[in-house]
């Protein structure tokens, strides 16, 4: 199975910043001592050229962001601060979900090491998000495979507000987010199903919601491909998710809806979003699950292909 990560560009943050860039090494760094390269292959992800992102993003947005001349209220919107190492990292992060999702069309499954950028509006980033890749990776496809129908289906605790708004007109994307129903951003954009929860959310309740919002999924959509933001942040120690999912809560979640993709033979870009546990190794273990519940069904597809 393809992984691409973004994470040899280092971001210059101050100290004490309450971005978690250290889980991205610490998670690669442990699936190359998990897995052995011929059953997870890392690739380091190539940058999203300007013409990817300007099928999502305006082209003034775009040059402001290469050439560092947004305003010092647009950098607090997005909350990292300005550097050429920014700009790479976001690029190729972006990258990571394109390429990812060339390959999910091509065997089944793949995953981008980050990704899941879901706050990026098409003129403006907020919440640590520069560009959206999900919304690149989705006009990507349109344009180069032609594929029109994709669910993006974000259980991220943040509602996916910018890709709500990027895909708002658009019927060929649907947008599904569980989240937070009084959590950051306080402003929620309308996706085409939203699954709001309250503080305190925990496992049953949480994975009666998602079932739920898959039958509703079924009965009004059927994608030819899945975008999957698989989110720590919901887990009940937490930073600022607010939910109080366990770690099986979440590996449950990851194989309901690996199971429900593997039903309906849809391919799946997963994406990891975020998490902002106190202990970055909790949330390194959430990453973790995903990528071995992933790989397992990777397994599964491709032991099928061959039965066939």
Known sequence: MQAYYADEITLPLPEGHRFPAEKYPRLRQRLISRYPAEALRLIFAAPASAEQIQRVHTVDYYQRVVQGSLSQQEMRRIGLP?????????????????????????????????????HAFADHGEG??????????????????RIARILILDCDVHQGNGTAAIFRDDPDVFTCSIHGEKN???????????????????????????????????ERFQPEV??????????????????????????????????????????VLVVL?????????????????????????????QAWKKRA
């Open 226 to 267: 899945v975008f999957f933001i698989a989110g720590a942040d919901a887990y009940v120690h937490d930073r600022y998710g607010k939910l109080a999912l366990s770690k099986l809560g979440l590996a449950q979640r990851d194989k309901m809806v690996f199971e429900w993709c593997h039903q309906h033979g849809y391919p």
């Open 82 to 118: 300005w550097s050429q190492n920014l700009v790479e990292r976001a690029l190729r992060s972006t990258g990571g979900s394109i390429a990812a999702a060339h390959a999910a069309l091509a065997e089944g499954l793949a995953i981008n090491l980050g990704g899941g950028t879901h």
């Open 273 to 301: 979003g975020g998490g902002y546990a106190k202990h970055v190794e909790d949330v390194v273990d959430i990453h973790a699950a995903t990528v071995d519940i992933a790989l397992g069904f990777f397994e599964r597809m």
């Open 128 to 145: 640590y998000c520069v560009f959206n890749d999900l919304a690149v990776a989705a006009r990507e496809l349109q344009a180069v495979h």
């Open 184 to 218: 950051f951003p306080f402003h929620k954009e309308q996706s085409d199903l939203d699954i709001p929860l309250p503080f305190g959310t925990q496992d049953e309740a949480y994975l009666h919601a998602l079932r739920l919002g898959l039958q509703q999924v079924d």
